[in-house]
């Protein structure tokens, strides 16, 4: 599984990819993600939020996360059903070290 920063291009060159994952969010809870809202700026956006490939390209896990009153904000976590086993596990690991890497002491998740 490979890791690649979400920068903004990327996110406006794979937002049908992306955005097309949000049906496995759907019974979580709040609503589906727009292209306004996967390519909205906000404060640190694209050096704190990244993406998981499988070993075919395609998307398997995304974080969106920000800067939020001086904490790593995540906005929107997803990882694909079929690689929950996998990906969990290292979609953390790399939040953490981005967030640590970046300075942030506070890691906090985006409630529904």
């Known amino acids: 599984m490979k890791t690649t920063p ?7 060159q794979r ?3 992306i955005l097309g994952l949000e049906s496995y969010i759907d019974n ?3 609503p589906n993600w727009t292209e306004e809202n996967l390519l909205k700026e ?6 704190l939020s990244f993406l998981m490939e499988n070993d ?5 896990a995304y974080l ?7 904490r790593y904000h995540i ?8 690689m929950r086993k996998i990906a969990t596990v290292r979609l953390i690991r790399q939040a953490a070290r981005i967030a640590q890497t970046k300075g942030f002491t506070e890691i906090e998740l985006e409630g529904w």
């Open 28 to 30: 979580v809870g709040g």
């Open 15 to 17: 937002k049908s990819e």
């Open 56 to 60: 075919d390209g395609q998307i398997v």
């Open 75 to 82: 906005h929107r976590p997803f990882i694909h059903p079929s």
């Open 6 to 12: 979400l920068t903004r291009e990327i996110a406006d």
């Open 42 to 47: 906000l404060p640190m956006k694209w050096d």
């Open 64 to 70: 969106i996360s920000s800067n939020l009153h001086g």
